[in-house]
């Protein structure tokens, strides 16, 4: 329940694959700037064209210094414009694992249309999510539809996948399953501990939980339970008696029940 922060399945090299992929695009922009102004070479002085391409390498070093920067803002950008979710059907069974970006609540929909037996959601390896305003959308939609949620031995799920974990009407968690929280950040680099406990940024994870059918004092308790915790560089992974008491599961089996 981050922003930015909720890219927990952030890979260096897929990072650096995109950085590099950045570097080449502005590559290309330098090589046909220079082949076009140097066909005009006799219409212009050799001044000016060095000026230009002063300019342009300026430009180019500007870009790459704000990627390294900020790395996870050129990541979430590139993460929330491909398919990151992966879904499987089985029977009444949706299988889900990935990260949950813009696409996914599409992707729900479009699945449950396609498949209305569905009635028990398995999450897999889900780091968490690369847009926290389409988890949460797409979390309200799935938790109308009155579905199970079903967390197997094998299953992690961490930050934005935790909260969408909670739309089951019952809530299942194989033994050795690990659920993480964590407090949010958001792109400037405020964090919910940064603000005290009335402040209004909080409202939009209480309200989610409570739309979602848990009471106030659910809500509330679990909300700050999960900023107090970790900071939002870090994950705290829960006990099965933490994720009982707090609500998270409404049942915790053997593995492979």
Known sequence: MENLSHAHGVLPSASHALFALCAGQAGDFILISAVFFLKSIYYRSLKHLKK???TLAVVTAGFGCLYWAFPMFFFAIYKNNVYTTEFRVDGNKLHMSGLINSYT???????????PQIDTIVLGQMPGSIDDEANLAGAAWVAARGVKTYLPQEGSIASGAT???LVGKRRVVEEGAEVGVHSWADVTGVTARDLPRDDPAHERYIGFYEGIGWTRAQAEAFYFFTIEKAPAEDIYLMTPQEMLATGVATKIVPANH
């Open 52 to 54: 230009l391409l002063i």
């Open 163 to 165: 909260d969408f974990f």
């Open 105 to 115: 609540p599409e992707q729900l929909k479009d699945i449950f249309g396609a498949h």
